[in-house]
């Protein structure tokens, strides 16, 4: 078993559009690996010095034990990262701890670094129930073996090294939706956080639609921080539709002070939506088709304020993909397309996120299998 980093040779790909300066890809890179392990689900940051931090859900790969497939639920499912002094060549080889909740497995760490340096990750946990024993549990949401409890998010004032929290988001008002010991379930949503120019911190969560919030689908919000993630606040409803089902979602802050959520949806042919606010989080505008498939998604700004869009493509070919839209995101239905990567295995890969670095390069890191093996951290840099 070779559990050390390697770098994959690149892939000589075709761009999806031939203009003249038009983003270009580099190569691809392997960031953790390891065949113990599933990982998935990763995000990433730039600290001042340079340093990049990933991180990442990391759970036991089940199948060197006989189990016939993945799930993306697991009691030991925990939070972890990664660094990197180098500008993502070479990664830390053991992860360290985020943080491991004590009732259950955590999902999909994402970060947001704050302007004052602080680390927010925020995730979302589901707990085993014993159901040979007669567990029971008074969550809204029970899958298989798992009950839902909602978010979370936890806080780092020293670079990732410790964490504070958990601390719990409220729930949706007007919404019943119960944890597993019947209390109020916390918002929630696995997407990148913002923080905007004024230092308000805007998150966009998921939550069950329907009064007893005991409905499948689920509709978005917009919580509000203004103390760097320590309590938050509901503001309005984001997207909402009696058909469309709306749930992992990134927002972005536009130069004019524009606040646009990319979102993935369910009960639509995987089209991405985009819904805007135009008020600073007091309202969004009706939500708009972009009219392509694609989840999640992940943007960051470039240094000419252009917008860098990173999605998973979970169709075939399956991969990952990205578009550069204006500063306004405005033209984010008729931006070129960019083929990052199309060789994955199977569609469980994906989930990308999104780093500037120096000399005009973006990485993008995903989660990534081939032939629907071992599930891998993955990356790609591009010249933009």
């Known amino acids: 078993m070779d559990r050390r980093l390697f770098t994959l040779s690149a892939a000589s790909a075709a761009l999806a559009t031939a203009q003249t300066g038009a983003p270009r890809k580099i190569k691809d890179l392997t960031i953790y690996a390891d065949d113990l392990y599933y990982c998935a689900f990763p995000s990433i940051v730039r600290r001042a010095n340079g340093e990049l931090i990933c991180a990442f859900r990391r759970a036991p790969n089940r199948r060197i034990v006989g189990v016939s497939r993945y799930s993306h639920t697991d009691p030991n499912s925990y939070c ?51 159901k040979e024993r007669g567990a029971k549990s008074q969550a809204t949401t029970v899958y298989g073996q798992y009950a839902f409890a909602g978010g979370y998010v936890v806080r780092s004032t020293d670079a990732g090294r410790t964490w504070q929290g958990p601390l719990y988001p409220p729930p949706v008002p007007g919404r019943a939706a119960r944890d597993i010991f019947g209390k109020p379930l916390p918002a929630y949503n696995r997407g990148g956080l913002y923080q905007g120019r004024d230092g308000r911190v805007f998150w966009v969560v998921a939550y069950p639609k329907g009064p007893d919030g005991s409905e499948r689908s689920t509709d978005i919000h917009l919580m509000i921080s203004t103390d760097g993630g320590q309590s938050w606040k509901y503001s309005c409803p984001v997207a909402t539709d009696e058909k469309v089902s709306f749930n992992e979602t990134s927002i972005y802050e536009t130069p004019q002070g524009d606040l646009v959520a990319f979102v993935r949806t369910a009960d639509f042919d995987d089209h991405t939506v985009l819904a805007r606010s135009r008020d600073g989080g007091k309202s969004f505008e009706k939500w708009q088709d972009a009219g392509w498939q694609g989840h999640p998604h992940h943007a960051v700004r470039l240094p000419d304020n252009r917008v860098f869009l990173v999605y998973g493509y979970r169709h075939k070919p399956y991969g990952i993909r990205a578009r550069v839209l204006n500063a306004e995101c405005t033209d984010f239905a008729t931006a070129p397309e960019i083929v990052l990567r199309d060789d994955g295995g199977s569609g469980d ?36």
């Open 349 to 384: 890969l994906g989930y990308p996120w999104a780093v500037v670095l120096p000399n005009r390069q973006v990485l993008a890191v995903y989660y990534m299998n081939h032939n629907d093996g071992l599930r891998y951290i993955g990356g790609t840099l591009v010249a933009v």
């Open 80 to 130: 972890v990262l990664v660094r990197s002094r180098d500008n993502g060549q070479t990664w830390s080889k053991d992860p360290e701890l985020i943080f491991a909740h004590p009732l259950g497995g955590s999902q999909d760490p994402c970060l947001l670094q704050l302007q004052d340096g602080t680390l927010l990750c925020a995730s979302y946990l589901w707990v085993w129930l014993d």
